[in-house]
């Protein structure tokens, strides 16, 4: 079975920071696209950041300046380093690998391609985790 364990939520003030892991388990991440996705109840998932490990190339970078991804090879590890939250930054937080190559790739990990939407079964998901910022 492959999956992502995703780890690192919690609850902290705004202005703190917090680091996302997700780690692949029974696959490796070369070849693939990642994503960081979050998503609020009755809201669709919001994509954040799509990051190709090959090279390291940054495709989406919505929240720059503030949240940062990265990856380490070695470690089959994607990482979301968040700094200055605010209390709207308050959200499950899911981690995503794409199934597919190249340009169905990216087609797969778009804005709402979460659980519900027809893409997400093109990638494969943690289980997401939750980040709680209080004001």
């Known amino acids: 079975e492959v999956k992502l364990v995703e780890s690192g939520g919690g609850s902290v003030q705004a202005g703190g920071s917090l680091t996302l892991s997700c780690t692949a388990d029974g696959f490796t991440f070369a070849g693939r696209l990642t994503a960081w996705y979050r998503q609020t109840p009755g809201s669709e998932c919001e994509l954040i950041s799509v990051l190709r490990l090959d090279d390291g190339t940054s495709f989406v970078d919505l929240l720059k300046g503030r949240f940062t991804a990265s990856q380490d090879n070695a470690k089959n590890t994607l990482y979301l380093q968040m700094n200055n939250l605010k209390a709207e930054d308050t959200a499950v937080y899911y981690c995503?690998?794409?199934?597919?190559?190249?340009?169905?790739?990216?087609?797969?990990?778009?804005?709402?391609?979460?659980?519900?939407?027809?893409?997400?079964?093109?990638?494969?998901w943690g289980r997401g985790t939750q980040v709680t910022v209080s004001s």
């Open positions: 995503a690998a794409s199934k597919e190559d190249g340009d169905e790739a990216a087609r797969g990990l778009g804005d709402g391609a979460c659980r519900g939407s027809p893409d997400y079964d093109r990638n494969i």
